[in-house]
């Protein structure tokens, strides 16, 4: 009894000393949170109502925390200048209407900004932002419209000409469009290629972001930036975001590993909890 009670400690021991070590080599880490939608008729685990939103904009603020733009993080990484306390990111994916609709007020409300990764191909069709409101959205200090690409393709399919035009092209109708310069990308699905992160790269975009659980660190690629993605529709929305954003050392490995195994183990895949 004794040995199995010594060896429960042991693997206790280790298990904390483990978790103390994923928050600590993440110490310097930035959260980046992507949202995709944010109304109050949708039901998927992309979107989130319109008051969760508001609720954890006031609790970000509530806590310490300072928001900063991709700009802010990368010129501070660059120049050696300290960040202020507990930096944090907001980014949100495709450029839907509703970013016009209910977060722009959200922003407004509480003085707030925000980058908009916005698919050029989808502006102005059903449900995605006219170029007039990218526009005012720029133009109202609180959201920087940024690209998603041009058309919504996954990178790793598209070569040479392709890969190129999906990544200049949107770029180009950005800065056509809104008259100022287009200077990050995120990659579609969250995939890539090292050809994807040279040909932003040589087209000019300072900075790429994926999706990955994890927070960003200056010693990162820049090209290569992670988010913690903010699911919605449950009962739980303001727990799981807590977690999700206070445990991301440990759930950002995690969901490496539980992607890893989820074609060869499903089953084991989906005991493995991800908030």
Do not use: C
Not at 96 to 114: C, E, G, M, S, T
Not at 126 to 131: F, G, N, R, V
């Amino acid at each position: 009894m004794k040995k199995f009670l010594l060896a429960v400690f042991v693997l206790i021991l280790a298990a904390a000393g483990f978790v103390f070590w994923l928050f600590e080599r993440e110490a310097d880490g930035v959260p980046i949170l992507v949202y995709h939608r944010v109304n109050d008729a949708d039901t998927n685990s992309t979107t989130l109502k319109v008051a969760d939103f508001d609720a954890q904009i006031k609790y970000l603020l509530e806590d310490g925390y300072h928001i900063i733009s991709p700009d802010d993080l990368l010129d501070a990484w660059e120049s050696g200048k300290t960040l202020p306390n507990k930096p944090i990111v907001l980014t949100f994916d495709d450029g839907h209407a509703d970013i016009y609709n209910n977060v722009f007020p959200v922003l407004q409300k509480y003085n707030v900004r925000a980058t908009v990764f916005i698919v050029t191909d989808y502006v102005g069709m059903s449900d995605y932002l006219t170029w007039d409101q990218a526009r005012a959205l720029q133009a109202g200090g609180f959201v920087d419209i940024e690209s998603h690409t041009m058309s919504y393709k996954n990178l790793t399919t598209l070569k040479g000409d392709k890969l190129w035009n999906e990544i200049y092209g949107s770029k180009q109708a950005i800065e056509w469009a809104l008259k100022k310069p287009a200077k990050f990308i995120a990659y579609p699905y969250g995939k890539y290629t090292v050809a994807a992160e040279d040909t932003s790269k040589e087209v000019g975009f300072r900075a790429g972001f994926i999706e990955d659980y994890g927070l960003a660190d200056n010693d990162d690629n820049p090209y290569v930036l992670t988010r913690i993605p903010v699911q919605g529709t449950n009962d739980y929305t303001m727990l799981r975001f807590q977690l999700r954003l206070k445990g991301s050392p440990i759930f950002a490995p995690l969901n490496r590993f539980k992607t890893d195994i989820a074609d060869g183990n499903p089953e084991v895949a989906d005991l493995i909890f991800i908030p």
